[in-house]
């Protein structure tokens, strides 16, 4: 039985050894969160997110020391949970201009192994984040996050404004008709 083609298939990037979601979402202003799962026996291996599109040239922006211990720089933290064999990073305050693509890795002696991630930042929050705050503060609400808050105004947009809106049109479009009908 030959082990090298294996060995070589799980020391190349993205293959079995981590793997993560093939692409997440976020709104502006808020957070992401993404999870890697990686196979027993990396467990205190260092490991990293990065940022671009070629796995050769991607830029770290956050490293664990090969602990469990949560490493913050800027607006990203990483934590490694060994026993779960699972990588969490969270970027917060979230820009569109941090769509881009990304890589959990782990670091090790030869090529690093890495699986990339698609990371899209909706518009949203940020423009309106400052008056939601306030509002929910004002309110008594403090407890309430701005995200869930937009998330539930999409939903009262979506299931019951829209519909009464179009109720509306069609009431006024039926009785524009029926003013219009040459009476008997």
Not at 63 to 72: A, L
Not at 102 to 130: E, F, H, M, N, R
Request: glycine fraction near 8%.
């Amino acid at each position: 039985m030959q082990l090298q083609p294996v060995l070589l298939l799980l020391s190349l990037p993205g293959c079995v050894s981590i793997q993560g979601p093939e692409s997440v979402r976020g709104l502006e202003g808020g957070s992401v969160t993404v999870q890697c799962h990686y196979t027993p026996g990396w467990e205190t291996y260092k490991k990293w997110w990065c940022r671009g599109a070629y796995w050769k040239s991607c830029d770290i922006l956050v490293q664990t020391e090969g602990s469990e211990q949560e490493v913050k720089r800027d607006h990203v933290s990483i934590r490694d949970n060994q026993r779960q064999h699972l990588l969490t990073v969270t970027m917060k305050e979230v820009r569109q201009s941090d769509t881009d693509t990304y890589w959990c890795g782990i670091s090790k002696p030869g090529p690093d192994l890495g699986a990339p991630i698609k990371v899209t930042i909706d518009p949203g929050v940020l423009s309106t984040q400052a008056s939601l705050q306030s509002r929910t503060t004002t309110s008594g609400r403090a407890g309430t996050s701005s995200g869930s808050y937009i998330r539930h105004h999409y939903i009262l947009l979506v299931f019951l404004k829209v519909p009464i809106l179009l109720l509306l049109v069609a009431a006024v479009l039926w009785l524009k008709g029926s003013q219009q009908r040459p009476s008997i």
